[in-house]
T-cell receptor
Framework: SAVISQKPSRDICQRGTSLTIQCQVDSQVTMMFWYRQQPGQSLTLIATANQGSEATYESGFVIDKFPISRPNLTFSTLTVSNMSPEDSSIYLC?????????FGPGTRLTVL | GQQLNQSPQSMFIQEGEDVSMNCTSSSIFNTWLWYKQDPGEGPVLLIALYKAGELTSNGRLTAQFGITRKDSFLNISASIPSDVGIYFCAGQLRGSSNTGKLIFGQGTTLQVKP
C-alpha cells in the first residue's frame, strides 16, 4: 500500500480567500487524484493530476477555481480559490498503486 | 456526477449479526473496490475485486464482483462495535479514454449496538 499525508488536516477560512492543500506520498506514483466530499455525501472526483502535464478536470470543476500542481512523482497541491461557504468540504487526495487506489486522511475545510 | 446505487443507505444492527450491502450500476466496471471511512478519516481500502465472478475474503469481510460486471456486494459476518462507520463501494473503468478514476456509491452507514 501507499502511505499518504495531507496538510493541513483542517482549516477555517474566510470567504474570498484561497487555501492550498498539500499531498505527499511515500513512494513514486504516476497517477494522483483529488476528490471532494461534501458534508454527509459521497466522494466526487475533482481532477486527475499527472506529473509533467496539466491536470484533467471533471465536469463541473475548473482550473481557475481548483488549480493543481504536480511537480514530481510524490507530491501534489490543490488550491481552493476565492472560497465561499459552499466550498466547505473534506478534500482528499488519492494515489494509484498496485492496481488500486489509496486515500490520504483528508483536509477538512470550513469557509465562513 | 455519475454514481453507483448503493443500498441500504443505513443499518442499525445488534453486535454479532451479519451485514450485507450492495452496489449496482448501469455501466460495467473492470474493478470494484470497497472502502470504510471512520469519522474524520479518509477511506480505507477493505477489498479490491478485479475479475467478474471473483469472490474475495478479508477476515470477516467477503465481497464479490458480479458476473455482469455491473454489481458487487460486501458481507460482514459476526459484526463487532468497531465495524461502525460508513462503507463505500467504488467502480473503476480502465481503458485508453479512462484515467482509472473511481465512481463512488452513496455509502452505507453502519451502526452496531453492543
Amino acid at each position: 500500500s501507499a502511505v499518504i499525508s495531507q496538510k493541513p488536516s483542517r482549516d477555517i477560512c474566510q470567504r474570498g480567500t484561497s487555501l492550498t492543500i498539500q499531498c505527499q506520498v511515500d513512494s513514486q506514483v504516476t497517477m494522483m487524484f483529488w476528490y471532494r466530499q461534501q458534508p454527509g455525501q459521497s466522494l466526487t472526483l475533482i481532477a486527475t493530476a499527472n506529473q509533467g502535464s496539466e491536470a484533467t478536470y471533471e465536469s463541473g470543476f475548473v482550473i481557475d477555481k481548483f488549480p493543481i500542481s504536480r511537480p514530481n512523482l510524490t507530491f501534489s497541491t490543490l488550491t481552493v480559490s476565492n472560497m465561499s461557504p459552499e466550498d466547505s468540504s473534506i478534500y482528499l487526495c488519492s494515489v494509484e498503486a498496485q492496481d488500486t487506489q489509496y486515500f490520504g486522511p483528508g483536509t477538512r475545510l470550513t469557509v465562513l | 456526477g455519475q454514481q453507483l446505487n448503493q443500498s441500504p443507505q443505513s443499518m442499525f444492527i445488534q453486535e454479532g449479526e451479519d451485514v450485507s450491502m450492495n452496489c449496482t450500476s448501469s455501466s460495467i466496471f473492470n474493478t470494484w473496490l470497497w472502502y470504510k471511512q471512520d469519522p474524520g478519516e479518509g477511506p480505507v481500502l477493505l477489498i479490491a475485486l478485479y475479475k467478474a465472478g471473483e469472490l474475495t475474503s478479508n477476515g470477516r469481510l467477503t465481497a464479490q464482483f458480479g458476473i455482469t460486471r455491473k454489481d458487487s456486494f460486501l458481507n460482514i459476518s459476526a459484526s463487532i462495535p468497531s465495524d461502525v462507520g460508513i462503507y463505500f463501494c467504488a467502480g473503476q473503468l480502465r481503458g485508453s479514454s479512462n484515467t482509472g478514476k473511481l465512481i463512488f456509491g452513496q455509502g452505507t452507514t453502519l451502526q452496531v449496538k453492543p
